[in-house]
């Protein structure tokens, strides 16, 4: 009898594929740094995995549209724009830090944009103004980013927090009352959300029922809907996001809660709001830019365009996208140059032109804060309307500066380098 | 394995080391991932002692890192500006949480020892999350940035150039490593090697295991307190994930594949891991996988590791 004989996996075989291996993935890098030399360099740390990977992805496609259009009409200063995207992850600030510092010290970007988490984005400030690269945040909501840890290099395009609440808070208490009960998300951003409604509705001389906090990735929302109900609020405030909003609405409607009570909040997004059915799409809410605006010059252009790469409409994330890849280009036109602080002197107060702010009342970086004011969408949320993806019905446009309070208010005192 | 051979790897390391930030570029890194590799390895060789010298399995060191990162960052932001109090005060932490825990569970062996250190490690984590109005709680530790080291007349930029505060954090790795290296030769050393191998023979020879189990601990754990405090100078910030679970696992990912028998290994482990996370996330988001395949080739191929590899070809 003889023994069968494998060919023998040999253990330097094993080494040379691994070399190979590893020599295959480090080559990508070489390519990039050789065309890059005489490229203004543009690098997005942003999630594209996990729970803000959709809202991350479609900022990506906004910044992607936004850098065709200014490479089209002949770049940033005569040179064109290279993107340099990479994954921040959705919720570890410590990877999306480490790629921060990447993207400036190994990619030497002259922009650094991100991040959907606002404290993954407070996290990349903190380099970012170490470092003194410009930043822009396209989509990262709580106020500290441009109140009380403001930097001079560091501009947001979305609205703080407190500025959802007031644009929604006034309308909520005059048409359905001021005793309000809330359901929020057990984290800071959720404790943001609630204290801005809270101060909001206070202000109005509303009051608080109840608060539950409910921790990130809850299914079941009837201990919370009962308990609400039997508080017997005006209004129930929902301020869950993302699945979270998703499975909280669906149950209050199946609980019938709308019938008993007006449900609202501050936040809301398209892409919540797509991966609801058609009659659970309730309530009343804040959207930061909204792609149905009849009337509004270049809105139709913008969606059109989105909505070829994509197959889908537009939501506030491409804006955000969008308005954030431009701001690069209005800064180094400005400034004539690619200096960080040049190019943040000359952003202060300026005034986006129409074809990019996409808004009927324009949108402005404001001074002293780096803030964009624009308008906010008042309205409420629909299973249908007059388009296929019309899934919100604006009732009222909210101007930013009227909601921003002052910058004193922020909390904001910017110190420039000497 | 011979004398001469150490010496060998021994050079080869150390001039790697010193000449990182310049060939880092090469394979497509920056110095501040170079700064990452030595803060990575001494965690994993602080790891190490423990987990190869002593042979206790600790699932849980991130809490000493963690602790250090801590201690570190919010040194500089609520107590005062300077480097060197800021490690001291992250290492004096990460120590006496060593000390507490490690008094707490040197009687467990096998998986009950590695579960205590999980147990004990989610503790702090919890704390550092839902803390958050001194620790910043999920949105991490900022507002703060290492402050440049004067040394006399001289000052050092390790806040301005990423290059000095390399060497410092390589300094500090010497320091470590050295220490750690010396505490090995000792006759203490070689009693861990010997509770490793036969923990029964060792206590029949008279030897308190637990007590040398516990200062093992304490010893791998101030290292760990020291690594823990580099990583948040580098970063310049601290997040609750720095004494997670996920993060202990990382550094025995590191120690077991680099090869934890041997000296060095942990350090090629947490280059490796280091350098193929930081290049092969920028092309795909599933780099873990990558990781992961690497990982179960060499506990399938080279079970002392990568650099067990060497050993196994010197003389017996």
Known sequence: MTDIKLPPLRRRDLIAGGLALGAAQVAGPFVRTARAADTVKIGLDNPVTGTYAAPGKNELDGVKYAIELINAQGGILGRQVELIAEDSTSGDAGTAVQKANKLIDRDKVNFLLGNVNSALAAAMAGVSSQKGVLHVVPGGHADAITGANCHWNVFRVCNTTQMEANAVAKTLATKYGKKWYYITPDYLFGHALQAGMQNANKALGGETLGADLTPLGTTDFSANLIKAQAANPDVLVLLVQGDDMINCLKQAVQFGLDKKLHIAGSQQEMEALEGIPPEARIGTWVMEWYWNQPGVPHVADFVAAIKKRTGRVPTARHWFGFVSAWTCYFGAEGAKSLEAVKMAKALQGFKLPPEVALMPDGAFYRAGQNQLIGDLYVGTAQGQGSAPDDFFKVSSVEKGVDLAGTVEQSGCKMTWPT | ?316
């Open chain 2, 1 to 316: 394995m011979s004398v001469k051979r150490d010496f060998a790897v021994g050079l080869f390391v150390w001039a790697a080391l010193l000449t990182m930030p310049f060939w880092m570029p090469a394979i497509g890194g920056y110095t501040g991932l170079a700064t990452r590799v030595v803060v990575m390895g001494l965690g994993a060789m602080a790891l190490n002692l423990l987990l190869g010298y002593t042979g206790a399995l600790s699932f849980g060191h991130a809490t000493f890192f963690g602790l250090g990162a801590y201690g570190a960052a919010m040194t500089i932001r609520y107590l005062v500006p300077s480097t060197p109090l800021a490690l001291l005060a992250g290492i004096a932490v990460a120590a006496a949480a060593g000390a507490a825990i490690g008094a707490m569970i040197v009687r467990r062996r096998g998986v009950y020892f590695a579960m205590s250190t999980i147990a004990f490690g989610q503790i702090f984590y919890f704390v550092a999350f839902r803390w958050s109005s001194v620790t910043g709680g999920d949105d991490g530790l900022t507002g703060w940035t290492r402050a440049p080291l004067s040394l006399g007349p001289l000052t050092l930029d390790i806040r301005g150039s990423e290059t000095a505060f390399y060497y410092f954090a390589l300094a500090l790795f010497a320091a470590g490593v050295g220490a750690m290296a010396w505490i090995l030769s000792t006759p203490f050393g070689r009693t861990l090697v010997a509770i490793r191998e036969n923990e029964r023979r060792a206590r029949f020879l008279g030897l308190s295991i637990e007590r040398h189990l516990w200062l093992s601990f304490v010893i791998s754990s101030t290292l760990m307190g020291l690594a823990g405090g580099l990583y948040a100078l580098l970063n310049n910030f601290v997040d609750p994930r720095t004494l997670r679970y996920d993060q202990s696992g990382e550094f025995v990912i590191m120690a077991v594949m680099g090869g934890m028998r041997s000296f060095w290994g942990p350090l090629l482990g947490a280059f490796i891991f280091v350098v193929v996370q930081d290049v092969v996330s920028s092309h795909t988001e599933n780099w873990m996988s990558v990781i992961g395949l690497v990982f179960i080739l060499v506990v399938l191929f080279f079970p002392r590791g990568l650099l067990g590899l060497l050993g196994r070809r010197a003389p017996a």
